[in-house]
């Protein structure tokens, strides 16, 4: 929990950062739901270590749009993201969950009235690492076995059914070795990530001055 606090203070404090030197236009707030699908990439085939884009995950959070322009806005959001991956290997399958708070800072583009593309940057900490054993029904906690601090590359698309929802599908690409068994195997995480998104206020520019 003092994890969890101390990054809900750090997002809050960036956030409010940003809304001080802000003045372009008209912040949105919103909530978010949705899944990842995720799996493990790895740099090498291991005949030990196969992992499948099998493993479903929840995740859920909020976010702050700022519009810089018509076209340009930021988002900073913080989640609660659930990845992970099912690997096959000799004796069986292994099925690993990571619980992370996630911190994505998105670059969106609008494109025509109802379309964004997004892109950026995205950090995830870790708080609980699981890893179930299926050929000998065994789950164990890895958190201390695994790297607490994830960082990748996303990008995706926006569309608003309303003006007020949307729906974003994303991917995502970790840059990180997160393997619990690091000195063996090396793999880094790997999602598409979709949410249905609710804004509180709707966003748009201020209208320019006369």
Not at 65 to 76: A, D, G, H, V, W
Request: with cysteine.
């Amino acid at each position: 929990m003092r994890k969890a606090s101390a990054i809900l203070v750090a997002f809050l404090l960036s956030c409010s950062a940003l809304f001080a030197q802000y003045e372009k236009g008209k912040p949105a707030v919103g909530v978010k739901t949705g899944l990842n699908v995720s799996t493990f990439r790895t740099p090498l085939s291991y005949s030990d270590f196969n992992p499948s884009w099998d493993k479903a995950g929840f995740v859920a959070g909020a976010f702050v749009e700022l519009p810089l322009n018509k076209r340009f806005s930021i988002q900073p959001e913080f989640l609660y993201s659930a990845m992970g991956s099912n690997v096959e290997n000799d004796k069986g399958d292994t099925r690993y969950r990571f619980n992370y708070f996630s911190m994505p800072l998105l670059v969106k583009f609008k494109f025509c009235k109802a379309w964004r593309v997004l892109a950026g940057v995205q950090g995830d900490v870790l708080f609980r690492g699981r890893e179930r054993m299926d050929y000998v029904n065994e789950t164990v906690t890895v958190t201390d076995r695994t790297r607490d601090f994830d960082f990748g590359y996303t990008g995706g698309i926006e569309g608003f059914i309303s003006p007020r929802f949307s729906v974003i599908a994303r991917y995502i690409h970790g840059i990180q070795d997160v393997s619990p068994t690091s000195n063996v195997n090396t793999a880094m995480n790997q999602a598409v990530q979709a949410t249905v998104n609710f804004y509180l206020c709707k966003p748009g520019a201020k209208k320019a001055k006369k």
